[in-house]
């Protein structure tokens, strides 16, 4: 017998295949059950979905709506009106700022005597769920008009001036005097504490008629329930209640720094922004877990 030639054939041709060859192992795929990684864009549809429940989310519980019961602070707000009030930014240590239209709790019995308006159906259910307060809870709207630190007064006659600056003050209901009612100062906020009026002068028992009080007419921080940030109701009446340009004057307080520091005049981050970042920050994480589930494999075994 002659031996067997080298290269000889072992019981199949050359060049045919098994049908295991143009198979790719599933160990070299990344181990049995993996599944191929999805494009970012694919995911960018369901991180921006995330982004806006957990947006909406922070608004419904963060965000408050507020009834106006009278008119201490026409013409910028009319009695019955409904502002949303942003319970956010106190949440991050941030103080109200001058110009700010705030909501209050009620300081040192400022509202006695006064009538307590009955809710009715709809603001009953919506206190029931905590979108407005309840009609137990005495709280007030004015013009935050000084901060701790600053130097406020107004004499009759003039304008009201803070920090040694008079204030351009076309809020005023028309007709009104700036403070010719009650004149005042000058005098100076104690930190931890806020000087407000009433946009109607002339009708509002604000910080210049509680001087004799235990709060000597200043409003604690503390008692701030937020700022009202837009008149939501009625829709004829929809406005945002921005700082006037008055309070950004060149020496008032501290506004270069805030705009170093990228925020608005009123030393707050823009309203809206805020919410929608809490909420595309917080649907990131949950986009990159969802991720890195479809793509993790089982080792094969």
């Not at 809710?119 to 709280?139: C, H, R, T, V, Y």
């Not at 008079?166 to 906020?189: Q, W």
């Not at 994480?285 to 589930?293: A, N, Y």
């Amino acid at each position: 017998m002659g031996d067997v030639a080298v290269g000889a054939r072992s019981g199949r041709d050359e060049g045919a295949e098994r049908p295991e060859d143009g198979v790719e192992s599933e160990t070299e795929k990344g181990g049995a059950g993996a599944r191929p990684q999805r494009s970012f864009w694919k995911e960018l549809p369901l991180l921006i979905g995330i982004a806006l429940l957990l947006a909406l989310l922070i608004k419904t519980f963060l965000v408050q709506a507020f009834s106006i019961p009278s008119e201490s602070m026409q013409n910028t707000l009319q009695r019955g009106d409904r502002v949303l009030v942003d319970k956010l930014t106190p949440w991050f240590g941030s103080e109200p700022e001058r110009g700010e239209v705030v909501v209050f709790h009620d300081p040192a019995n400022w509202l006695a005597g006064e009538a307590t308006p009955e809710p009715n159906f709809a603001q009953k259910a919506l206190s029931w769920i905590g979108l407005m307060p309840s009609a137990e809870e005495k709280d007030l709207i004015k013009r935050t008009i000084a901060i701790g630190g600053d130097t406020v007064e107004c004499k009759r006659g003039g304008p009201v001036v803070v920090n040694g600056k008079p204030l351009d003050e076309p809020y005023i209901y028309p007709g009104n005097t700036p403070c010719d009612d009650a004149p005042f100062g000058p005098i100076t906020v104690p930190k931890g504490k806020i000087w407000v009026m009433g946009d109607h002068r002339q009708n509002s028992q604000d910080s210049r008629y509680h001087m004799q009080d235990s709060t000597q007419g200043f409003v604690p921080v503390k008692d701030v329930v937020g700022r009202a940030v837009v008149v939501a109701w009625p829709v004829t009446r929809w406005a945002t209640l921005p700082v006037p340009d008055t309070f950004d004057q060149p020496g008032i307080g501290h506004q270069a720094k805030a705009a170093a520091l990228g925020l608005d005049a009123s030393g707050l981050a823009p309203v809206g922004l805020a919410p929608a970042a809490l909420g595309l920050t917080g649907a990131v994480p949950v986009v990159l877990w969802r991720r890195r589930k479809l793509t993790g494999g089982h080792t094969a075994g």
